[in-house]
């Protein structure tokens, strides 16, 4: 549930041989996650690029959670389609 302190390490390790890094979380990509690996790409001057998977920083609609998730790209087809782009 929580990521701090963010292991710079571990992830340094996966950026030397990733093409692209794609976050994906259950949480709003605005200061989420991805926000602190992409922080951390800032500050290493690491150019690789870097998909954000989550939720919108707007108001959700209540729902079902598979329906909300589709409508709002939190699947692993749209993940794959934003990946793809950078290749």
Known sequence: RF????????I???LSTAKVVCT??????MNGFGS??????SDKQNT???VKIGWP??????GK??????KHG???ENATEQILKHF
């Open 3 to 10: 990521i701090k302190p963010l292991d710079e390490g571990a």
């Open 12 to 14: 340094l390790d996966l």
């Open 24 to 29: 994906f979380e259950d949480h709003s990509v």
């Open 36 to 41: 602190a690996v992409g922080e951390l790409l």
């Open 48 to 50: 690789t690029p870097l």
């Open 57 to 62: 920083d707007e108001f959700v609609e209540h």
């Open 65 to 70: 959670v598979d329906i909300l998730r589709a």
């Open 74 to 76: 939190l699947t692993a």
